[in-house]
């Protein structure tokens, strides 16, 4: 049997859906319900990474280093991760979050821009780190043209490469040749992390695993950015009914699932929302959804409209004020 890594972005990526808002309370309540799992990491912070509490894009409700606090001292199995975005984050930030007890690191970039991570990559790894390479938004690129931008976090000393389908756009059919072409010519594991705007995460993560990708992301319920990510459990079940190797207890995380009847994920379902599907069938990142809803209804403007320019301009992660002047831009009225 393949062994899969499950990385787990609960209490990450779901800061999206509920702004940033997760408590410490949920936080170590998450990670000591889920903590004998078999889930092998356990990734927390803001939903955009480290030092990325901002107005631009949004306010964390605790500093990074108290929620990565918080997590340490209730996770005693699951490693402990974190995301990282080279401007938003410091060189000195990975310092912080090593000293904490941090021991996964994902250092992310736009899926062209992989040299942005280069001395992240390398100072994390002089210090001792597992570093996950990470490209964002990788429908917006060929898989020649990945696997060019991936050779490179390689090269800087990249544990492993992971592709991020952050708009939630892919379909079984790329994922199996993105990820097959990286799983081919790389020398490192490949991991996938999928969202699911168009309903398709589980389908293309096990797409990822069969193309041999050997770390999958999942979150609980599928709490994340936009439609959400790929639901953890419902893919540790897919995942063993194909005959992977996951290390996770299914049954074990069912319950643990249901026993977080308090949690926010649960009361707060992620389902798949006409916006959502837009953005996905756009290929529009998934966490410009309450960013683009709140210019639609200020500037009076269909939400459809924004997302079909925010694909028109190629916006990417991280560019949530270029939302405010599109809006601003399809409400003036047309001259003739």
């Known amino acids: 049997m393949t062994a899969i890594a499950i990385h787990d972005p609960t209490l990450r990526d779901g800061n999206h859906a509920v702004s940033h808002s997760l408590s410490l309370e949920d936080i170590a309540t998450y990670c000591r319900a889920v903590d004998g799992c078999g889930l092998n990491v356990v990734e927390v912070g803001h939903g955009n990474g480290l030092g990325a509490s901002s107005l631009q894009l949004g306010l964390a409700r605790y500093k990074d280093t108290e929620m990565l606090e918080t997590a340490r001292a209730n996770l005693t199995q699951s490693k402990l991760g974190i995301h990282m975005i080279p401007g938003f984050a410091r060189l000195s930030d990975i310092d912080t979050a090593l000293s904490i007890g941090v021991e996964v690191l994902r250092i992310a970039s736009h899926c062209t821009e992989a040299s942005v991570t280069e001395s992240y990559i390398e100072h994390a790894r002089a210090k001792g780190a597992f570093v996950h390479g990470v490209l964002m938004m990788t429908h917006m ?139 996905g069938l756009y290929g529009v990142c998934s966490g410009f959804e309450k960013h683009v809803a709140r210019a639609a209804a200020e500037f009076r403007v269909e939400p459809r409209k924004i997302y079909e320019e925010l694909a028109r301009c190629n916006a990417v992660a991280g560019q949530e004020d270029l939302i405010i002047s599109v809006a601003s831009r399809l409400s003036q009225p047309a001259v003739a």
Not at 206 to 230: H, Y
Not at 254 to 278: G, H, Q, Y
């Open 141 to 279: 690129a060929s898989a020649e043209r990945l696997l060019e931008e991936a050779l490179k976090q390689q090269g800087y000393g990249a544990n492993a490469l992971v592709l991020m389908d952050s708009a939630g756009h892919f379909d079984p059919d790329s994922t199996r040749e993105k990820i097959g072409l990286l799983a081919r010519e790389l020398s490192i594991p490949v991991g996938f992390h999928g969202h699911n705007n168009l309903g398709l995460a589980v389908a293309n993560s096990l797409a990822a695993a069969q193309a041999g990708a050997t770390i999958i992301d999942g979150c609980m319920r599928g709490f994340g950015a936009g439609a959400g990510n790929t639901q953890l459990e419902v893919l540790c079940a897919v995942l063993e009914r194909y005959q992977f190797d996951t290390g996770v207890d299914v049954f074990g995380l069912c319950r643990a699932v249901d026993s977080l009847e308090e949690f926010t994920p649960v009361r707060t379902p992620t389902v798949v929302k006409t916006a959502n599907l837009i953005s």
